[in-house]
């Protein structure tokens, strides 16, 4: 099939090529833009106790002002206390921004109930009749900071807006800034490293080009299977396409470039040897592509909306970048042919590559020894996970230079720390029966004495009293693990228990969306984790028809995975200081360690097969294996690993762990596991690692060397050009 695929494509290049500008050009025309939204309240499922509050909420106090709130935190600029006139000048200023009759914006109120005790602060309040994601908020947030401004220029005051609108504007601006920056960064490391890899601009363009439409294509095909489906992805979705598309869709055209390259110095006309390469290299892409999609379509299974569409979106573009590698990229090194190397003319001679050489033999000399340090490295690595904490807020992940940021920080001159975004408890009457006053304020009573409520507000009523409000300012801030674990663990049980006969509690606000997102996160990964690793082995398990491989490799990717966790928490949490690591690093760090690291293992292990079916030992089918695969992993790994390596340029927080996390796995995958642990095994295992399969010998006796492709030199191992090229063509009749 793969060979019957690399010879349409190879001699049908125009063909090819026009049948993929015919898709892009339909795709381009008719394919929707990509939904995404920064609140995370969107993406819970309806019975969470956070989402029906929510909608008790709407529902009991709309004639009080339901929608998004901007909040302008208003001081002087020499910092003193506000006089009565600067009072009376921001309530002039809000009745000003009223008369404005902005779109969207329902009311502007500021009041001396506004001024903190303190009188350094004083809010400005602003209503806006829609949610945080919905376009015409920020419409009217940006006008709302628009005619703001002037109003306090020449004054003695300052303002800046922060709360739901502003939060959400300047989170909007900072992922467009950082799209534009990881673009660049990525696009840039890749031409370098390529350039490092082949000497050749062609080459080092190459992906630009094809990797290039390909993102532009993914992102309209996601946003097909969004309409369809009806779902809603971060904002961050557009970041990790152009990532993950540029990173592995590079690494499988070097795995082409590479075995093109092998074949030419083998003495293969041009287009011969490109059928060959494409014909070896599909099977392991395709391999290596379906891990990759199985691995994130398992996210389809999760309860959190965010991971369900988050998963697929980027399953859409791998399987995109799989049918890219086997399509167009041929076909334009087709037409390219060995100019795709210009100018470099290290492909027509094998490279001396002595390192290697030497690399392999001292994996393979000293296979027991290297393989016990190289997990005693991983098991003490993982050890750093043990001291993982989740946070939950996304704000402190923004850029600190943004206006909601500053005007954030200003608030807490004045008011506490939770102010902003109180928790809200909601008491419910069961019977729609009027509430009792005197209930109601033993309910409150109880909850302000709850560890880590600092204040407790006066209870609010519906038109009907039949739901009491009560705000509750916290000791930490919303996305805390503090104050997540306080709702979680504390008050929403207290709330229960002190509601009365006839009643039932519900918590709202951030922090108790962030509580409930916990529980959806947790159950998603007790459902995710196992399912990727049984489809994951099960792909290892056709591909290569080995129990004991299979497994081995699935255990090696597992310590992979909680050696980068590890390291993860004791750079970020221990080295850096912060109170955790944004709650879905994990899932997202497992899924890419798991595939991509499963990628460099088919790459390698299936040399490894090859070099055995051709009858060599153990030892000496490890040192080929590493000698010709070792280099095109490692050089793949530091592309990919690069391409992440940009988002920590973004200024986003959630995007520079995430991007430090998964180069870490990275690397770990392909040069501790891949490239020492997986040869080093099958060299102590020998041909049990290959369990139930038995793999034949096919051609020459056991020690027989063909020359290295991609490092060491024929001359060292002792054989004529003769005898490389007969064993090259062996390879490729299999």
């Given at each position: 099939m793969f060979a019957t695929l690399a010879r349409g494509v190879v001699r049908h290049p125009w063909w090819t090529i026009g049948a993929w500008l015919i898709v892009a050009v339909l795709v381009g025309v008719f394919g929707p833009g990509l939904s995404s939204s920064n609140d995370q309240s969107e993406f819970l499922p309806a019975h969470y106790g956070s989402v029906q509050a929510g909608k008790v909420q709407d529902a009991a106090f709309a004639e009080s002002g339901g929608g998004s709130a901007g909040t302008f935190v208003v001081q002087r600029r020499d910092g003193a206390a506000l006089t009565s006139d600067d009072q009376q000048l921001v309530e002039r200023i809000a009745g000003q921004l009223r008369d404005k009759a902005i779109p969207h914006v329902t009311d502007v109120q500021a009041g001396k109930e506004t001024v903190s005790q303190n009188g350094l602060v004083q809010l400005l309040q602003a209503t806006v009749d829609g949610q945080q994601s919905d376009p015409g908020t920020q419409e009217a947030g940006r006008a709302l900071r628009a005619a703001a401004a002037?109003?306090?220029?020449?004054?003695?005051?300052?303002?800046?807006?922060?709360?739901?609108?502003?939060?959400v504007i300047d989170a909007e601006d900072a992922f467009a800034s950082a799209e534009q920056?990881?673009?660049?960064?990525?696009?840039?490391?890749?031409i370098v490293l390529q350039l490092l890899i082949f000497r050749s601009p062609i080459a080092a363009l190459l992906p630009m080009v094809t990797i290039g439409a390909l993102v532009f294509v993914s992102i309209k095909l996601i946003g097909i299977a969004q309409r369809i489906f009806n779902l809603t992805a971060e904002?961050?979705?557009?970041?990790?396409?152009?990532?993950?598309?540029?990173?592995?869709?590079?690494?499988?055209?070097?795995?082409?470039?590479?075995?093109?390259?092998?074949?030419?110095?083998?003495?293969?006309?041009?287009?011969?040897?490109?059928?060959?390469?494409?014909?070896?290299?599909?099977?392991?892409?395709?391999?290596?592509?379906a891990a990759i999609v199985i691995a994130f379509s398992t996210l389809a299974f999760s309860s959190f909306g965010s991971f369900k569409a988050q998963g697929p979106a980027l399953a859409i573009a791998v399987a995109a970048t799989v049918i890219t590698a086997l399509t167009l990229l041929p076909a334009v090194v087709s037409l390219l042919g060995p100019k795709v190397f210009w100018p470099s003319k290290s492909w027509q001679r094998e490279p001396a590559a002595r390192t290697s050489a030497k690399l392999s033999n001292l994996i393979v000399g000293r296979a027991g020894l290297l393989s016990a340090a190289a997990f005693v490295v991983l098991a003490l690595l993982s050890l750093g996970g043990l001291r993982f904490q989740a946070s939950y807020d996304y704000n402190a992940g923004l850029p600190q230079n943004t206006e909601s940021a500053i005007a954030l920080k200003d608030l807490q001159r004045g008011f506490p720390v939770g102010a902003l975004?109180?928790?809200?408890?909601?008491?419910?009457?069961?019977d729609k029966q009027p509430l009792d006053q005197a209930a109601v304020d033993g309910f409150r009573s109880k909850l302000a004495e709850v560890a880590g409520v600092g204040q407790a507000g006066p209870a609010e009523y519906g038109a009907d009293r039949t739901v009491a409000k009560i705000s509750l300012l916290l000791d930490h801030d919303s996305g805390s693990p503090q104050a997540v674990d306080t709702v979680a663990d504390v008050l929403r049980p207290a709330a229960d228990r002190a509601a009365p006969a006839g009643t039932h509690a519900l918590l709202g606000g951030p922090t108790a969306t962030f509580a409930d997102i916990r529980?959806?996160?947790?159950?998603?990964?007790?459902?995710?984790f196992p399912?990727?690793?049984?489809?994951?082995?099960?792909?290892l398990l056709a591909l290569l028809r080995s129990v004991v491989a299979a497994v081995l490799l699935m255990v090696l990717v597992g310590l992979s995975y909680l050696a980068t966790l590890g390291a993860s928490v004791l750079v970020m949490q221990e080295g850096l200081g912060k109170d955790g690591i944004i709650f879905n690093v994990p899932i997202f760090m497992y899924l890419f360690v798991v595939a991509i690291g499963t990628d460099y293992n088919i790459l390698i292990v299936d040399r490894l097969r090859d070099e055995t079916r051709e009858g060599r030992s153990p030892r000496e089918a490890a040192r080929l294996a590493i000698r010709r695969t070792g280099p095109t992993a490692v050089a793949a790994a530091v592309i990919l690993a690069g391409t992440f390596s940009s988002l920590m340029l973004a200024g986003v927080s959630l995007l520079a762990e995430m991007g430090f996390a998964v180069a870490v796995g990275i690397l770990i995958s392909a040069v501790l596991v891949s490239s020492l642990l997986v040869p080093a095994l099958t060299v102590l295992m020998g041909r049990a690692f290959w369990w139930p399969s038995r793999i034949a010998a096919t051609t020459a006796g056991p020690e027989a060397d063909p020359a290295p492709a991609d490092a060491g030199d024929a001359a060292d191992d002792g054989l004529t050009k003769q005898q490389a090229v007969a064993s090259a063509e062996t390879g490729d009749r299999r």
């Amino acid at each position: 099939m793969f060979a019957t695929l690399a010879r349409g494509v190879v001699r049908h290049p125009w063909w090819t090529i026009g049948a993929w500008l015919i898709v892009a050009v339909l795709v381009g025309v008719f394919g929707p833009g990509l939904s995404s939204s920064n609140d995370q309240s969107e993406f819970l499922p309806a019975h969470y106790g956070s989402v029906q509050a929510g909608k008790v909420q709407d529902a009991a106090f709309a004639e009080s002002g339901g929608g998004s709130a901007g909040t302008f935190v208003v001081q002087r600029r020499d910092g003193a206390a506000l006089t009565s006139d600067d009072q009376q000048l921001v309530e002039r200023i809000a009745g000003q921004l009223r008369d404005k009759a902005i779109p969207h914006v329902t009311d502007v109120q500021a009041g001396k109930e506004t001024v903190s005790q303190n009188g350094l602060v004083q809010l400005l309040q602003a209503t806006v009749d829609g949610q945080q994601s919905d376009p015409g908020t920020q419409e009217a947030g940006r006008a709302l900071r628009a005619a703001a401004a002037p109003l306090f220029d020449g004054t003695a005051l300052k303002a800046g807006m922060t709360g739901d609108v502003g939060i959400v504007i300047d989170a909007e601006d900072a992922f467009a800034s950082a799209e534009q920056v990881i673009a660049l960064a990525t696009i840039v490391l890749i031409i370098v490293l390529q350039l490092l890899i082949f000497r050749s601009p062609i080459a080092a363009l190459l992906p630009m080009v094809t990797i290039g439409a390909l993102v532009f294509v993914s992102i309209k095909l996601i946003g097909i299977a969004q309409r369809i489906f009806n779902l809603t992805a971060e904002q961050s979705v557009t970041v990790w396409v152009t990532v993950v598309l540029f990173g592995v869709g590079t690494d499988y055209l070097l795995f082409l470039l590479f075995r093109y390259r092998e074949r030419l110095r083998a003495g293969e006309e041009p287009r011969t040897a490109l059928i060959h390469a494409t014909a070896r290299v599909a099977k392991v892409i395709t391999s290596a592509g379906a891990a990759i999609v199985i691995a994130f379509s398992t996210l389809a299974f999760s309860s959190f909306g965010s991971f369900k569409a988050q998963g697929p979106a980027l399953a859409i573009a791998v399987a995109a970048t799989v049918i890219t590698a086997l399509t167009l990229l041929p076909a334009v090194v087709s037409l390219l042919g060995p100019k795709v190397f210009w100018p470099s003319k290290s492909w027509q001679r094998e490279p001396a590559a002595r390192t290697s050489a030497k690399l392999s033999n001292l994996i393979v000399g000293r296979a027991g020894l290297l393989s016990a340090a190289a997990f005693v490295v991983l098991a003490l690595l993982s050890l750093g996970g043990l001291r993982f904490q989740a946070s939950y807020d996304y704000n402190a992940g923004l850029p600190q230079n943004t206006e909601s940021a500053i005007a954030l920080k200003d608030l807490q001159r004045g008011f506490p720390v939770g102010a902003l975004n109180p928790t809200s408890a909601l008491l419910v009457s069961d019977d729609k029966q009027p509430l009792d006053q005197a209930a109601v304020d033993g309910f409150r009573s109880k909850l302000a004495e709850v560890a880590g409520v600092g204040q407790a507000g006066p209870a609010e009523y519906g038109a009907d009293r039949t739901v009491a409000k009560i705000s509750l300012l916290l000791d930490h801030d919303s996305g805390s693990p503090q104050a997540v674990d306080t709702v979680a663990d504390v008050l929403r049980p207290a709330a229960d228990r002190a509601a009365p006969a006839g009643t039932h509690a519900l918590l709202g606000g951030p922090t108790a969306t962030f509580a409930d997102i916990r529980s959806a996160v947790n159950r998603d990964y007790s459902v995710v984790f196992p399912l990727a690793a049984v489809l994951t082995a099960l792909v290892l398990l056709a591909l290569l028809r080995s129990v004991v491989a299979a497994v081995l490799l699935m255990v090696l990717v597992g310590l992979s995975y909680l050696a980068t966790l590890g390291a993860s928490v004791l750079v970020m949490q221990e080295g850096l200081g912060k109170d955790g690591i944004i709650f879905n690093v994990p899932i997202f760090m497992y899924l890419f360690v798991v595939a991509i690291g499963t990628d460099y293992n088919i790459l390698i292990v299936d040399r490894l097969r090859d070099e055995t079916r051709e009858g060599r030992s153990p030892r000496e089918a490890a040192r080929l294996a590493i000698r010709r695969t070792g280099p095109t992993a490692v050089a793949a790994a530091v592309i990919l690993a690069g391409t992440f390596s940009s988002l920590m340029l973004a200024g986003v927080s959630l995007l520079a762990e995430m991007g430090f996390a998964v180069a870490v796995g990275i690397l770990i995958s392909a040069v501790l596991v891949s490239s020492l642990l997986v040869p080093a095994l099958t060299v102590l295992m020998g041909r049990a690692f290959w369990w139930p399969s038995r793999i034949a010998a096919t051609t020459a006796g056991p020690e027989a060397d063909p020359a290295p492709a991609d490092a060491g030199d024929a001359a060292d191992d002792g054989l004529t050009k003769q005898q490389a090229v007969a064993s090259a063509e062996t390879g490729d009749r299999r």
